[in-house]
């Protein structure tokens, strides 16, 4: 599956118009943050938009992995960048980058059919 990532007042979101679109949260859902915003900001190069593709199953132009760490959430984090509330989300370590650590939300239950993986496999499209 491929996404677009988009950087926008120095904040980064999921171009995720179909989760919208059902009613399931508001933009502030779909916010990049806790170490997924400086993931985006070294793999985009620092610019302001990125098409990602990505699965659960190990693929051979896969560059990165992330790998399911511990469920929890950095409140104060979320509270200070407006993030939508939510009860959790996973942190996944990505040992390409020297084991960067980023916190995914609850969406990514919505784009992974109701579970976090435990492994992401990525490629950086541009």
Not at 1 to 19: G, I, Q, S
Not at 43 to 60: K, L, N, R, Y
Request: aromatic content about 14%; overall charge negative.
């Amino acid at each position: 599956m491929t996404k677009r990532f988009y950087k926008e007042n120095h904040l980064w979101y999921v171009d995720l118009p179909e989760f919208l679109e059902a009613g399931l949260g508001s933009r502030n859902n779909l916010l990049m943050v806790d170490g997924a915003d400086e993931f985006l900001d070294r793999v985009s190069q620092w610019g302001t938009e990125v098409c990602i593709a990505f699965d659960t199953e190990p693929f051979a132009e896969a560059e990165y992995s992330l790998i399911s760490d511990a469920c929890g959430k950095n409140q104060a984090l979320l509270d200070q960048v407006g993030h939508a509330p939510v009860g959790y989300g996973m942190y996944y370590t990505v040992p390409e980058m020297q084991g960067h650590r980023l916190w995914l939300c609850p969406v990514t239950e919505y784009v992974f059919q109701g579970e976090y993986p435990e492994r992401i496999w990525v490629k950086v499209l541009g």
